[in-house]
């Protein structure tokens, strides 16, 4: 079973079947392999309309999960279903060239960021934001997906 199933619902024109194996990775150090949730690809406009709709902000931004788990413990016959993470891809394609590193380097970032969202992490303090970020760069560096 596939834990997770994509919506390009922006056209993406390159390639982004590496997601599978940092999807897996993620889901296998985070003790998650019976969970499900979505990847959804979306423009500049969608993100803004969702992000101004849903946390009062009226901007950009490239990623946003909403974690299913954050409400209430949702599992279906053994599996976590945890949530939806929507990716901008234009944010992400400017963001790679503004960082100096490719597409697949700023999409897998965004995906494991976005996915450790839904699996509880957040950094809202710093400390916090230490434990995630050291861990996203822990799961990219393990797949081959650096700077």
Partial sequence: MK??????LYPVDFEYKYLDKVIRRTLKKEKALNAYF??????????QRINREYRGIDKVT?????AFEDNLDLV???????GDIYICIPRMISQAEEYGH????????????GLLHLLGYDH???????VMFALQELILNEEGITR
């Fill in 3 to 8: 834990n997770y199933q994509i919506n390009e």
């Fill in 38 to 47: 979505s990847l959804i690809f979306v423009g500049e406009e969608e993100i």
């Fill in 62 to 66: 490239d990623v946003i999960s909403f």
């Fill in 76 to 82: 279906y016959n053994d599996i976590r279903v945890l």
């Fill in 102 to 113: 490719s597409k697949k380097r700023e999409l897998a970032f965004l995906t494991v960021h």
């Fill in 124 to 130: 809202m303090k710093k400390e916090d934001e230490e």
